[in-house]
Each structure stands twice: as C-alpha cells, then as structure tokens.
C-alpha cells in the first residue's frame, strides 16, 4: 500500500519544522497521474473544503479514484450547514457533564481538535469522539452554556494557516500517531416498519416524475402495504416519522434535496436517492474521473481550471461540450464553437466553480436512457434530440422549453451491450435508482452521465411496463425495510 500523504495548497501552508508524511500540492494531486493509484490515503489540509472550491475537489476526486481520504466530502457536506450535524450533538454532552465544576469553569469558550486530539487534556474523551463522528482534520468547537452545565455549540473546519506555531507542532505530532494507530474515517451510525414519505416540489418546472407518475408511485406502494405519504421540503423535521424516503425532486447537493437525504440517512431511513449517490452522480467532475479510473467507454475529457483553458483547444477540438460540475436535466452544459465562445462560456463556468469539465463534441439522434435499480436494468428508453438542437432539451427554443420525442423499449428488446455498459456503470456508483445515459458512435458505446434522480414521467418510462414499473420500484423499498428489520431483529 502506497504512504499516506499530506495534501495543501501551498508547502508553505506546513508551518512544523518537519512532516511525518510527504506534501504535496493540491494542483499536483489533481493534475498528475502518479496520484491516480488505488489505496492511496490522503490528509486533505487544504486552505478552504468549502463546497467546489479547490479542496473540496481534492476530497472529491480522492473518492472517485478509491482514495481513503479525510475529510470526505460527505462529511464536508455534513458539516456546511447545522442541521445536518445537530442531531448529533447533544450525546456528546456526556462527556461534558462528566467533568466536575472546577474544571468546567477553566474549560475555553471553544477549542481545536487536531486528527481526534485536543490540547486540553480534559477535552481529550470529547475530541476523541468527534473526530469518531466526522473526521475532519482540524476542526474548531465551540462550547456554550446550556442546562446548567456547557454543551457543543458550532463545529467548523479550520485551516493550517489559523495555527500559531505550537498549534503546528501539535499537528505534525496528531499526524504521526493518527497515521501509526491506523487508518479511521467516520463511524457509520446505526441505522435506526412501514411508512415512506416521498419528497416532491409542486412548483417545480421541470421535476423528475410528473403527477401521473407521482400517483402511480402512491398506488403502488399502498397495494404493498406501504403507507405512503407526500412531503415537501418544509417537512425536514418529521423525518424521523418515516421509515423510508423517496426522492422525486431534482437533487443538489447545496439544496435542501441533499439535506433530507442526508438527515433521513442518519435517522436510519431506507432512501433513495442515497446521500452517497447523489455526491457521486451531480458532480461532473467526479463522474469523468470515475469513468477513467474504471475504464469505461466515455468522451474523451479534460477536467480544468483558468491555467487549462487555453489547452482545451488542441486537446478536444471544436466544437466542445463544456460543463459546470453540477446540472440536471441538460442545464449547465454549452456548446463552444470557436475560442470566443470557450473564453466567455469558461469564464462562466469557473466563476461558480475552481474546476469544470470539457468534453469532445458527440452529435448523435439519440441518446441511451437504462433505468438501472439494485444492480439489475429496469427500463431502456431513447431520447431524440430537439428538433434542430443537439441536447434532448432545448431550454432557448422559441416560445420556451422543446423537447425531443423519446421512445420506450423492453430490456430484453434493446441492445444487450447498451443495457450491459449502463449496469455496469450505475454499478459504480451504488445500489439506488439510477439513469444511465449513453450515445451509440462508430468508436462504440460512450456514456454520457450517471444520473441519480432518473426521469420517471408517467406516459414515458412507463410505456412498456406500466404499474409494474412503480410497483417494482415501491418492491425494492419494501424488500429493503423487511431486511433492515430481520438484520436489527437478529442482533438483539
């Protein structure tokens, strides 16, 4: 197994005199191969893991190559907004209340946990036990008074360049023995019969199941026993009221969408689309990174920042796709023709984002839908493009949104390679609801997108099928609850 490794900004981010572990530039971890092998652990240090910035590409893309990396980036997720992480404060008050007045009265307003170590000695247990909870490196704790005694307030990661000088030699000394004691990353939560409540947007233009769908889900799962419920998201705080989550709204990751799927995780929820999922599939960047990694037929791609823009040109041609991490339902994705087009579609792209995804032209009449659940392919669709466009949607038609017309088949109709490439390729991912997009060329199957939140419209998925579709699906939410039940009945 390859040495951990230390990723910054910039080397003179490392302020200790010496480092257990070998730095290297964010810039370098991202762009060089030599950091492409599987079973590399990597320490991300970086200055900011704020959502698209560069460290939170590190983490991201650490993942798609099958890094093991901290802080994860469902952790950074986790920690970006309090409500995702509060349901776990109040059990570390214990540690707090064990503690007796004297030493709770000279206990500071907030303190650093460095890699699960404190350098307040009677902080130590608690530290301990929220690096268990999130793994994060460096992360700053606030403690307030509550309930006569103090309790975990705020937690936010921190930087290497917020440490003064001992707080850097404590660091290098957490690094060593994090590494030597071995590997953690975030303890998984226990997992909390049947009730599904499904999350759906009544405003939503464009959502991914429309209303005959919607009922046909609830039709569904009602002759399977299940009670079935619609939510919206004003409804986050009733989760804990289901015991399964079904997502029929367009995921995003800084969205409420991740924030329920998140949130329904941690109470013990059956959901999908899984929180795990949903980092993978809406994020460009990762998707063109697992591809490659795993070798499976895709458009040949270049991830960039500004410095690579320049590049683009004698590496993809024109015309080019360009695409920001995140888009659903063919938004976020420009054709450039020519350099002007590049520098201004770029320009866009990369004020909302440190890096963005190139992709060789492939104009083609349809794309490949393969609905893809637990493993196994469940409806095989074909998109057209719209008419006189070369996306499936055309958002700048005249009088509003066109569409392209689409056609259904059955599984055992369609190509066998399309529906053996698109299961494999979900497969990548996990074990939910996924689309797998995917053109037909004369250098052979390439796809497209994973999709984690897959159009299911009733009149269109559904032509083949019909209720069985939704009755499928509603199936694999009943099969999983009745196995998640037998598995807690067993360790009692």
């Not at 301990?128 to 307030?153: C, H, N, T, Y």
């Not at 590997?183 to 991914?208: G, N």
């Not at 839908?369 to 996306?391: D, F, I, N, S, T």
């Amino acid at each position: 197994m390859a040495e951990p490794i230390i990723v910054l900004e910039s080397l003179r981010d490392w302020k200790s005199e010496s480092s257990p572990l070998r730095c290297v530039l964010a810039d370098d971890y991202l762009a060089d191969s030599e950091f492409a092998e599987t079973g590399l652990r990597v320490i991300n240090l970086c200055r900011s893991t704020r959502y698209q910035s560069l460290g939170y590409y590190v983490s991201l893309l650490a993942e798609a190559r099958g890094h093991r990396v901290v802080p994860s980036v469902a952790t950074l997720q986790d920690l970006s907004r309090k409500i995702l992480y509060g349901a776990e404060i109040p059990a570390l008050a214990r540690d707090l209340d064990r503690l007796d007045e004297t030493t709770r009265a000279r206990l500071p307003a907030s303190f650093r946990v460095f890699l699960g170590r404190s350098r307040v000695p009677s902080l130590a247990p608690l530290a301990r036990k929220l690096f268990e909870q999130f793994a994060v490196p460096l992360l700053d704790v606030s403690l307030v008074p509550r309930d006569g005694g103090l309790r975990v307030g705020e937690l936010k990661s921190t930087n290497l360049r917020a440490l003064s000088a001992e707080e850097s030699t404590f660091l290098a000394e957490a690094v060593a023995r994090f590494v030597t004691r071995g590997w953690r990353t975030a303890r998984k939560r226990p997992r909390a019969r049947f009730d599904l409540a499904i999350l759906v947007d009544p405003e939503e233009e464009q959502p991914p199941s429309n209303r005959g769908a919607i009922d046909a889900f609830v039709a569904a799962g009602r002759r399977l026993g299940l009670e079935i419920e619609e939510i919206t998201k004003r409804d986050i705080s009733r989760l804990a009221e289901f015991d399964a989550l079904f997502i029929r709204e367009t995921t995003r990751l800084n969205h409420h969408t991740y924030a329920f799927s998140r949130r329904a995780e941690q109470e013990g929820l059956v959901v999908m689309d899984d929180p795990t999922s949903i980092l993978r599939c809406t994020n460009k960047v990762y998707l063109a990174e697992l591809l490659t990694r795993h070798k499976v037929g895709a458009p040949r791609a270049q991830i960039f920042g500004e410095a690579e823009v320049s590049r683009l040109p004698d590496l993809l041609g024109f015309p080019m796709v360009l695409k920001a991490p995140e888009g659903a339902f063919s938004k976020g994705v420009f054709k450039a023709d020519d350099e002007a087009e590049l520098a201004e579609i770029a320009a866009r792209l990369l004020d909302d984002s440190e890096l963005a995804l190139a992709q060789e032209f492939m104009p083609t009449e349809f794309d490949w839908r393969v609905g893809v659940l637990g493993g196994k392919p469940l409806y095989v669709c074909q998109y057209l493009m719209a008419g006189g466009h070369w996306q499936i949607v055309d958002y700048a038609a005249a009088g509003g949104t066109a569409e392209g017309d689409s056609r259904t088949l059955a599984v055992a109709d369609a190509p066998a390679d399309v529906v053996s490439v698109a299961v494999q390729a979900a497969n990548l991912i996990g074990d939910g609801l996924y689309g797998v997009d995917i053109k037909s060329t004369a250098d052979g199957l390439k796809v497209i997108e994973i999709n984690d939140n897959p159009s299911i419209d009733a009149g269109i998925e559904d032509a083949v099928l019909g209720s069985a579709l939704y009755e499928t699906i509603m199936a694999e939410f009943l099969r999983r609850l009745e196995q998640r039940t037998r598995s807690r009945t067993r360790l009692r």
